[in-house]
């Protein structure tokens, strides 16, 4: 069935708010007259992934669009380089940590 193998294509690389990226698109094809359509409808999905080091693999653009539902896309719009900061990790004031100790028997099936 040609709507289920998507036509690959390698997309020459580009730079994202400063990041290098990869992408690749993947594009499937529904045949006229298969769902009512008159003509082919082509669905597409683009995905960039980052290559620059340090952020190897971070999505940083995506892009779906389909005739039937419409276009929909993603995009890397803030961050920032270096460890994040040690605040956004504490718990917020009035938090108590409670530790028990318990002795019941715990069976895995």
């Known amino acids: 069935d040609p709507r289920t193998k998507p036509v690959a294509e390698d997309l020459v690389k580009q730079t ?3 990041v290098e990226a990869h992408g690749r698109r993947n594009a499937w094809t529904i045949p006229a007259r298969t769902i009512g359509n ?3 409808l082509v669905r597409t999905d683009e995905v960039w992934f980052s290559t620059t080091p340090g952020f190897t693999g971070i999505n940083v653009r995506q ?3 389909d ?3 419409g276009r ?5 719009v803030k961050f920032t380089q270096g460890e994040p900061d040690a605040a956004m990790f504490q718990p917020p004031e009035g938090f108590e940590t409670v530790t ?9 099936p």
């Open 67 to 69: 005739p039937q539902s």
């Open 63 to 65: 892009v779906y669009d």
């Open 16 to 18: 994202f708010r400063g």
């Open 38 to 40: 008159s003509d082919d």
């Open 72 to 76: 929909m896309s993603r995009d890397l």
């Open 100 to 108: 028990e100790e318990t002795h019941e028997e715990v069976r895995c």
